[in-house]
Every structure is written in C-alpha cells, then in structure tokens.
C-alpha cells in the first residue's frame, strides 16, 4: 500500500521560532492536505493543496505541492503556544474517482515552550 | 452548524468482549467514513459509506468489525469479539460529494477504546 513518510516525528520549539515539516510518498497524489489534532479531538483541515507546484497560505501556514506529486511540506510563522498539537499530511491518490480514499502519515508532535 | 457526533467519548472493555460506537455525520453530508487511530499513527481508513452503500471496506477487519448505515444517515460500528489491539481512537468523518474534486472530510472526537 501507500506509504507517506513524515518528517520530524516531533519538534521542540521557542514561541516566535518559525517551524517546517514534510512530508514524502512513495506514490503520486492527486492531493495534498495538511490537518492539525488537538488531544481528544479529530483532526481538523489546515490547507489543502490541488495542483503540483501550487504553494497556499492560511494565516502563519504556507504549505506546498512538490512538482514531483510525491512530497509536500507545512511551514508555519512566528509559533504561538495554541499552534502546539499533532500536525498530519495526508494525501489522495492520483485515480480517486468518487473514493476520495486518504492515506495519513505518522504525524508531527509540535511543542511550543512560551 | 452543528459537526459530527460521536458517541461514547470513551469505552473500557475486556478482550474478547463486543462494543458497538454510534456516528451522526453533518446534515447533507451523503459519505461517511470510519477510521483507526493507533496512538501515535495516523488515522486509517476502515469503511467508507456513501449514502446506504459501502464504496471502500478493503482496510476492514471483517471477521470481528461490521459497520451499517442502514438509513444512509447515522452509521454504526461494531467489534466482536474484540482484541488487544484493537485499542485506539475510532474517528468518523463525512463529507459532501462533489465528483472531480476533493471534498473536504470533517471529522468528530472520536471513541477513544481500551481493550484489557
């Protein structure tokens, strides 16, 4: 099956600091999507990118399709402590069809110290 | 707008024993998904309903987890009997259909399971 590598696993930051995750596949999506889970929630949609190449921003976060269709990243500026939880990539395969099927990474556990 | 609910928040049972959790998606919203979050992973796609009908179950569990959506709207998810390992949070999400592009999942608290 699908197999999406992200990267950190986790990240210990300073409030202020700029933070930046990846996330890579060993297949072509279709798209890209980056969600954020706080503890005893669902994860909820961050940005969500369609075209290879495109580069979006929601607020402090600018994600990217890479031109391959097998990565893409998350930067987000200037943390702040309500920025902390897990950060997941997920992504749809290139023939989705009506089965809009979406593979998940392992996530990144981002802290941010005040 | 109201989101999707799930219910129970939280269940402890021992192995081998059944356990049923209950999703009600967002009004209007036509697919329904179901999926495993082991701690520490990402969530994983179990069964995918849209309206009445299951379009993808591949990642499903079939001997001991069975899900229905009987009225195309509230969905259950059943194990039995159940595993170690089956310990994890069951996340539902639904979304609207719109073919030819990605329609955006929104997804409840989940169920957090402790199988002992």
């Known amino acids: 099956g699908q197999q999406l590598n992200q990267s950190p696993q986790s990240m210990f930051i300073q409030e202020g600091e700029d933070v930046s995750m990846n996330c890579t596949s060993s297949?072509?999506?279709?798209?890209w999507l980056w969600y954020k889970q706080d503890p005893g929630e669902g994860p909820v949609l961050l940005i969500a990118?369609?075209?290879?190449?495109e580069l979006t921003s929601n607020g402090r976060l600018t994600a990217q399709f890479g031109t391959t269709r097998k990565d893409s990243f998350l930067n987000i500026s200037a943390s702040i402590p309500s920025d902390v939880g897990i950060y997941f990539c997920?992504?749809?395969?290139?023939?989705?069809?009506?089965?809009?099927?979406?593979?998940f990474g392992k996530g990144t556990l981002l802290t941010v110290n005040p | 707008e109201a989101g999707v609910a799930q219910s129970p928040r939280y269940k402890i049972i021992e192995k081998r024993q059944s356990v049923a959790f209950w999703c009600n998606p967002i009004?209007?919203?036509?697919?329904l998904y179901w999926y495993q979050q082991i701690l520490g992973q990402g969530p994983k796609l179990l069964i995918q309903?849209?309206?009445?009908?299951?379009?993808?179950d591949s990642q499903l569990p079939k001997d001991r987890f069975s899900a229905e959506r009987l009225k195309g709207v509230d969905s259950t998810l059943k194990i039995q009997p159940a595993k170690l390992e089956d310990s994890a949070v069951y996340l539902c999400?639904?979304?609207?259909?719109?073919?030819?592009?990605?329609?955006?999942?929104?997804f409840g608290p989940g169920t957090r399971l402790t199988v002992l």
């Open positions: 990118l369609y075209k290879a190449g």
């Open positions: 997920a992504g749809q395969p290139i023939s989705g069809g009506s089965n809009y099927k979406l593979t």
């Open positions: 009004s209007g919203h036509a697919t």
């Open positions: 309903f849209q309206n009445n009908g299951v379009v993808d």
């Open positions: 999400a639904s979304s609207y259909v719109r073919l030819g592009t990605y329609n955006e999942q929104f």
């Open positions: 297949s072509i999506f279709n798209t």
